[in-house]
């Protein structure tokens, strides 16, 4: 891991000092255990502040974005011969990039524009997990040493396997590995356990539909609204959210619990075909709301009737902006075919 954080202040170095960049999107040490912070590093001198480990866990696609867009706005009053445009290098794991590529299959910006230092991973930590294996005592201190992970409470020191901390997105994933980078740096990281991907979701399936209704129903008494999940996904990009419209309005501004269950609803089908299940929205969820299970449906419908994983290539469009004449059709006719 020293290495290859090494390797990356170096890069990210050359980058900003060569001016193919003029801001480098990354990680630096957070101010709490578990937790890194976004940094956004314009001077040559400051890449020393980047960092690469297990906590790194936010996705960081959704700054590159709005930093490139942010800079648009500001350029609209601007004269055409005096316009800029502003290059962003980016940190990125395999499921950063998935989302870049969505970015770029939406045109939300050009392929000059970014340039991708991908990394790769081997997981980062669920601190919800770690809580709870130290029973919600307050953590002081956490390193990690190999397949260990040495956390320091209030209570007394704790060992804990570094497997039992890992979040659930990262255990299976296909793309721990950058799907698309200008540069890389690092060995690639060996293979999840990819076979157990849709485990909970195929157990969810077996269901009565009035199961998975009371599963979703109890879950969304949990969710308090604070919109965490919609502002850090980098596919949510919307510069009006529907659920701040007021003409038509989607989704009430009380407590009444169907507009809680309207907004998760339209929220998931807006992921269909976009959602990198880079976890970010069930890491931020205060309230520890299961997203996940809903947007794995929705990402195994996607390659079973489509054949498609979201952000997986450039050649290979989201399944609601295109389609093929192979697409099976059954569920058109017959809903409950696809239940």
Known sequence: MENVEKQLREEAKKL???????????????TIPLQTSPCFITN????????????CSQNLAKYVHDIIHQHRESQVRVKPEDKTKKVVGVVARGCTTRSLVIHLQERQYGRDEIVIIGVPCTGYVAKRKVSNLVDDNEILEVSVNGDKMSVKTA????????????????????????????????????????????????????LSVEERWAYFTKEMEKCIRCYACRNTCPSCYCKVCFVEQSQPGWVGVGDDPTDTQVFQIMRMFHMVGRCVDCG??????????DLRKFLKKLDKDGLELFNHRAGESLDNPAPLSTFLMEDKEEFIFDPESNS
């Open 155 to 206: 209570d007394g020191d704790k060992d804990i396997p570094f497997k039992d901390v890992i979040a659930d997105n990262c255990l299976n994933c296909h793309f721990n590995n950058p799907v698309i980078s200008d540069m890389m740096i690092g060995s690639e990281a060996p293979p999840m356990d990819v076979d157990r991907e849709y485990h909970d979701v195929n157990k969810f399936e077996k």
């Open 44 to 55: 040559p001198d400051d890449t020393g502040k980047l960092v690469w480990n297990s906590f």
């Open 16 to 30: 900003l000092a060569d001016k193919k960049v003029d801001v480098i999107v990354g990680y630096e040490e957070g």
């Open 280 to 289: 970010s929205c069930v890491e931020v969820c205060p309230m520890g709301v």
